[in-house]
Structures are given as C-alpha cells and as structure tokens.
C-alpha cells in the first residue's frame, strides 16, 4: 500500500482558509493566487483520497472528513512550526502586549502562553483580561499588539474575522431553572455590567419575544456572573466558549426561551504588518481560537469558506 505523505505547504493554505473562513483572504495572507490556492485545496483532496469540501451555498463547508483532516492539519503544522524554531535555534526577544476578555483568560490563555513560551522563551508577554470597550480602545491607541475581542460591529484598521459563535442561555449544571414562562414572573438575568454586548442581546431577544425580564444580579466580573448562576440567582447569557463545569447552555425551546443570535470573534492587530514575535504569537492564537471553537460549534453556524476561484 502506498504511503501518503501530505504536504505541509498545502496543510497550511487548508487551515489558513478555515480559520480566516475564506480562502481568497487565505491567498492574501500567503502571498499567493487564488488559482494556486485553488490547486493546493485540489491536491488534498487527491492526497487524502476522498472529498474534504462540500457545497454550502455559495461557499464551501467542511465534509466530515475535511473536519478530521482540519484537526490533523493543525496538529501537524504546530508540530512543524515548534520544530523549526527548535533546530533554527530562532531567538526571537522582546515584549508582545496581548489583550482579550475574560472567557478566555482561564481555557485559551494558558495553552496560547505556554506554545509560545516552549518555543520562544525570550519574548515577555503582557497580558490583560479586559472587557470589550477597552480591548478595542488599547488596540487602535497602540497600547495593546494584539486584541482578541467580540465583534460589536466596530472593525479596526487591521483585524481578522475568526467565526461567528452562538450566544446561548446559560444555568446551573445541577437542577432546573427557577422560572416557567406560564409563571407570571419576569425572568431573571444575571449579567455583566454595562455595556454589555450579550446583555443587550439577550433583553433584545426577550423583548421581541414578549418576554418580561429583570436584572436579578449584575457583576464586573465574570466569576461574579458564574457564581449567581450556580446559586440560582438568574440564567445568563455567554458563549459555550470557556464554561465551567458547574454551568451549562440551555435548550431554547425546552426552556421556553428565544433562540439568540451569533457573535462574531474578531483577532484585532495594532499595526498591519506586527513584528516577529506579535506576528508569531498571533499565528499560535488563531490556531487556538479555532481549536477552542471548533470544539464547541456545531459545523452549521461555523463560518463558511468563501468559493476560492
């Protein structure tokens, strides 16, 4: 039997393209031609012996296949990636300001410093967990190189789109909701201080639906907001990104509450062309960030590649 050995070059344009959800963006960034890019995405497929892409719309969507190739493509570039900086002995020093919000900070952050810090242990990380407002404010004023941020709409000069995550009702691990919506009782929301882009979702949602609601706890923290939640204080609103175990999203319709929207995930750069190691430590987060995503979104609400010739 014939082994296959797949090409790294090509591996990289694939998960290039499903991380910026786009495979001309792709062939930007990678300083190629869409018609290369096009040939590359060809020769997988031949070189995998089975189809990875399928028609979504006019784009292309991952077959089952093209989602476990997906996960190999990034196991194996970081791979290489940390194996050539390992034997080039690349010395990359300096300092890398990353900014992103608290969902992070607990499940991507951790792995993010720690690939980077294997392979380039020179480079200082200043890290800070901020809300939104402020990530977008220290990115475009230059205190921050990179900003991993929720997208209200607001696109920077150089910013890079990673997925559209849904926003779901979030309660208790352990036991049922206290609220029925036949009880006569306005819902009870635990949520995050002002401004708040999933808090003004949800009381949108809640308000199209007909549905009476109530601050019934309002934290600056994140923590704060896991603990009501767990107490009973009132159901809140996130992502499934970085949930702890004693929480858990809730099904809609089952609990007779409004299906919610998807919030766009946006990797923002102080400048369009980073040095070394912002350039390098973007790369490892935007490999991470779709790890983390992936894992939790279904294939339906993931972004879509656009058709790439």
Same mark, same amino acid.
């Given at each position: ?79 290489n ?11 990359? #020093? ?15 952050? $951790? ?31 230059g ?31 352990e ?8 009880s ?9 201080e002002? $401004? ?11 308000? #199209? ?28 609103i ?10 858990? $999203? ?7 509450? $409004? ?7 946006v ?8 040095g ?34």
């Open positions: 039997m014939r082994r296959t050995i797949f090409d790294l070059d090509v591996l990289r344009t694939f998960a290039t393209g499903m991380e910026l959800g786009n495979f001309a963006r792709a062939a930007d960034r990678l300083g190629r031609s869409t018609s290369a890019v096009s040939a590359q995405l060809k020769k997988l497929e031949e070189q995998a012996g089975t189809p990875i892409f399928r028609k979504a719309g006019r784009g292309l969507a991952l077959t089952d296949a093209g989602e476990t190739m997906l996960a190999y493509a990034r196991r194996l570039l970081e791979l990636d940390e194996a050539a900086a390992a034997v080039q002995s690349i010395e990359l #020093e300096g300092w890398v300001r990353l900014g992103l919000q608290e969902d992070f900070g607990e499940t991507l952050l $951790p792995d993010v410093l720690g690939r980077f810090a294997r392979a380039h242990p020179k480079v200082r990380i200043e890290a800070r967990v901020v809300r939104n407002v402020e990530l977008i404010e220290r990115v475009t004023s205190k921050l190189d990179l900003a991993l941020a929720w997208s209200d709409g607001t696109l920077t000069p150089q910013c890079d789109k990673i997925a559209d995550v849904p926003m779901r009702w979030i309660g208790p691990a036991g049922t909701i206290a609220w029925s919506l036949g006569g009782e306005p819902l009870p929301l635990a949520s995050l002002a $401004p708040c882009l999933l808090r003004t979702a949800a009381t949108k949602a809640l308000d #199209e639906a007909g549905i009476s609601w109530r601050l019934s706890f309002v934290s600056p923290s994140l923590g704060g907001l896991w603990a009501a939640t767990v107490a009973g204080l009132g159901i809140t996130r992502t499934p990104i970085g949930l702890p175990r004693k929480v858990r $999203p809730l099904v809609a319709k089952e609990a007779s509450l $409004p299906e919610l929207p998807s919030l766009g995930l990797l923002h750069r102080a400048e369009a062309e980073p070394p190691a912002a350039a390098r430590l973007a790369s490892i987060m935007l490999q991470s960030v779709g790890e983390a995503v992936a894992d939790v979104v279904p294939q339906a609400v993931r972004p879509v590649a656009r058709a790439y010739a």
